[in-house]
Each structure stands twice: as C-alpha cells, then as structure tokens.
C-alpha cells in the first residue's frame, strides 16, 4: 500500500509539471500528458490520456523508458512496458526501474491509441529529457 500511494504521488506530480499535447485533429483525445521523473535512482514514467465522455470508448496506453549516454543523440530503449487498456475515456498508466545508470539522459515514450467504437486514433509523445 505504501509503495502504491508513493507512485501514485510521483505520478501526480508528474502530470502537473508536465504540458500537456492539445490538439484540435484529434477526435477522440482531449490531451495526453507524458513525463518522467527520476528520485534516488529510480525512474518513473508516467502517461496519462483523456478523451471525451460519451465518444471516446477505450484507451490504451504502452510506455517505453528510454535513455542515450549524455551528450549523444539517437534514444534506445531501456525498459519496455506492457500495453494497458482501460474500458474508459480515460486512462494513466506508469512504469519504473530502480537503479538506473548514472551518465545517462532517460525520457518516457508513449503510445497512445483512443477507440471510439470500432475506430480509433493512435498518438506517440515523449517526455522531456532528464539526466542522471
């Protein structure tokens, strides 16, 4: 319960440092906000998606952690995360590694995919860059 409540916290906190994507050619998405946090060695990466009540039926949200060493470019990915699906018009998902590498810069990837019935619409965002 406790571990639950600190991620949950780190989540929220996270969401509201980050800016969210807003776009009008999206029919199905209202936002999405991804971010990462990195806490005594440890990495959190959070994505969030909500569509609108009453049209949007289903989401699915799938992170990826990423990292490249300082000072390069060209991100790989360092923990792959599992698709998570909500019966909802919203969605928040979260995935963490403990003990990452120092010298490494790490970001969130997100691929989020909004169903209105049987169609639907696919968005990928990333996180701002942090280091370690």
């Known amino acids: 319960m406790k571990r639950f409540l600190s991620v949950l916290l780190c989540s929220l906190l996270l969401l509201s440092l980050a800016a969210p994507l807003v776009s ?29 009540q009453g049209i949007t039926t289903k989401v699915e949200i799938t992170l990826t952690l990423q990292r490249r060493l300082k000072g390069t470019t060209g991100w790989s990915t360092y923990v792959s995360g599992t698709k998570q699906t909500f019966n909802n018009w919203y969605g928040t998902s979260s995935l963490s590694k403990a003990s990452i590498d120092k010298g490494y810069e790490y970001r969130t990837k997100a691929v989020y995919v909004a169903w209105s019935g049987s169609k639907s619409e696919t968005i990928t965002d990333y996180s701002p860059a942090m280091g370690y």
């Not at 999206?26 to 440890?42: E, L, M």
């Open 24 to 52: 009008a050619r999206f029919s199905y998405t209202n936002y999405t906000d991804t971010g990462i946090g990195i806490v005594s060695g440890k990495a959190i990466g959070v994505g969030d998606l909500e569509g609108y």
